[in-house]
């Protein structure tokens, strides 16, 4: 099946800071998405991004289908920005990687 | 308020019991999911529907059942068959099956063993 790579996979910041977390994979796929995981475990949708760029608030995303990657900038962290964020592509089922745990700290 | 609920929240299972997971949709979806989540890890497909009636196996089916009676309804019993059943079940819906439809979430269960 289709192989989905995050890094980093672990990020702390200093509230304020900005920062980009990337997804590689592996085949072509038919979609992305990128979800944030909080600490009570909710996965909220981010984007639904199977190419370009679109954002929403302190948060975007680029996805560069021909290149097999996406990427998710955060800018001017808050401490509510902690928890999990996973990428997740579309091939025939939804397959999701690892995630990046972000710290953000006030 | 449209979305999809989880129920119980938390769930404790006695060796050689089944359980069966809650997960209702109320927003149309023709398609519905379950995930298992590992701590540390992503997630994982246990099976999903495309429409009533009908089901297949995702990644990791052994040990789990479920049936597609209505629409809105898709529940996941954990057999006695599972041996390491203690995870985050997240169940999922989307209007279709396939990569153009995004996928919606529940609020998760978690399964412990007793």
């Known amino acids: 099946g289709i192989q989905v790579e995050q890094s980093p996979p672990d990020l702390i910041l200093q509230e304020g800071a900005n920062s980009t977390l990337r997804c590689n994979f592996s085949?072509?796929?038919?979609?992305l998405q990128w979800f944030h995981q909080n600490p009570w475990g909710q996965l909220i949708n981010l984007f639904y991004?199977?190419?370009g760029t679109k954002q929403n608030g302190r948060l975007s995303a680029t996805t560069v289908a021909t290149e097999r990657y996406s990427l998710l900038y955060i800018s001017s962290s808050q401490t509510t920005d902690s928890g999990v964020y996973f990428c997740?592509?579309?091939?025939?089922?939804?397959?999701f990687g690892a995630g990046t745990t972000v710290t953000v700290r006030a | 308020d449209g979305g999809i609920t989880q129920s119980p929240k938390y769930l404790f299972r006695k060796e050689g019991q089944n359980v069966t997971l809650s997960c209702e949709q109320n927003?149309?979806?023709?398609?519905m999911y379950w995930y298992r989540q590992d701590p540390g890890q992503g997630l994982r497909l246990i099976y999903y529907?495309?429409?009533?009636?009908?089901?297949q196996k995702g990644d990791i089916a052994e040990g789990y059942s479920v049936s597609r009676e209505k629409k809105e309804s898709f529940p996941l019993t954990v057999t006695s068959a599972q041996k390491n059943p203690t995870a985050f079940y997240l169940c999922?819906?989307?209007?279709?099956?396939?990569?153009?439809?995004?996928?919606?979430f529940g609020d998760g269960t978690r399964l412990s063993i007793l």
């Open positions: 991004i199977p190419s």
């Open positions: 529907s495309q429409i009533v009636n009908d089901f």
């Open positions: 997740a592509v579309y091939d025939y089922k939804l397959s």
């Open positions: 085949d072509s796929v038919n979609n």
């Open positions: 927003l149309n979806h023709d398609a």
């Open positions: 999922a819906s989307s209007m279709k099956q396939g990569g153009n439809q995004p996928q919606h």
